[in-house]
């Protein structure tokens, strides 16, 4: 009785269907990475400053207003990365501690 039992056969995608399962799904994946590529660069455009003034500003403002311009705390600016950056300085050979980023 096994012996004669015809082996099941599934239906299989032909090249064409193939074809354009294959395309549709390369344009959305195209569609899902340029939004997402669109949405961080809306993201960073408007999260940061127009220039290193104002972001010199900022930084110098916060350490002022918020930390009562302490001793322990610093402004500086990084040219490499186009930001100021709000540090805590390490005490006893302890490295300093980044407190906030000021992109520009």
Known sequence: YILNKKPVVYPSLGFLEYKKLL??????????????????AFVLFFTSYRSAFEADQACHF???NIYQDKAEFGC???LETHQWI???TGLNDRPAMVVK????
């Not at 980023?101 to 520009?104: A, C, E, G, H, L």
């Open 23 to 40: 395309f549709i799904g390369m344009r959305i994946t195209f569609i899902v990475i340029t939004v997402i590529s669109l949405f961080i």
């Open 62 to 64: 916060e350490k002022r």
């Open 76 to 78: 500086d600016h990084d």
């Open 86 to 88: 709000l540090f805590e």
């Open 101 to 104: 980023r000021f992109r520009y």
